[in-house]
């Protein structure tokens, strides 16, 4: 029966780790033939139209992205690659991409160049207010001290049922 109870802290933090082990991050790549290199800024400027979107996110999940008051949808395929192509002309659009419970959302400028006054290393238009991107070492570095806060849990409980077992056994030896 000890070995078993023992055994416990080790499989609660094995099933902490399960859910985050398949996590993804949805990205956008390209806007039309533009590399976004995987910065989320909160405006992007594309001297073209009719944008193909393309990007990453889990394998086979549905991708949504509203662009003003149309919706476009894509399936990621086996390598989570998703694309959508769009018949937008110049103007500017309001961008929603979502998966899941993952979005990212910025202003679209097309068949418009980089105004002059933008610093266009992203200093100035990078998003703060988006979600950030999540990587293996943040979802490792959270289970890990989920992981370590249920063993200390288990160990506090069960510290004290041997205290009590122990002194339950010392007054029985003593009558």
């Known amino acids: 029966m000890k070995s078993k109870i023992k055994l416990l802290p080790f499989l609660l933090i094995a099933l902490l780790l399960q859910p985050f082990s398949y996590s993804a991050t949805l990205q956008l790549t390209k806007i039309g033939a533009l590399d976004t290199e995987g910065k989320m800024y909160t405006e ?24 003003g008051e149309t919706d476009y949808s894509a399936t990621a395929n086996s390598s989570g690659d998703w694309s959508v192509g769009t018949q937008l002309s110049s103007g500017d659009y309001s961008v929603v991409i979502t998966q899941g419970s993952e979005s990212y959302s910025f202003t679209l400028h097309l068949g418009q160049s980089l105004p002059a006054g933008v610093n266009s290393s992203g200093e100035t238009s990078q998003s703060t207010s988006s979600v950030p991107v999540t990587g293996f ?9 989920s992981g370590i806060a249920l063993l200390a849990s288990y160990l506090y409980i069960s510290s004290d049922i041997s205290k009590k077992a122990a002194f339950e056994k010392r007054i029985l030896h003593e009558d």
């Open 137 to 145: 070492n943040q979802v490792v570095a959270l289970s890990f001290g």
């Open 44 to 67: 992007w400027w594309y001297t073209g139209v009719n944008p193909t979107f393309a990007g990453k996110a889990t394998a086979s999940s549905t991708v949504t992205i509203d662009v």
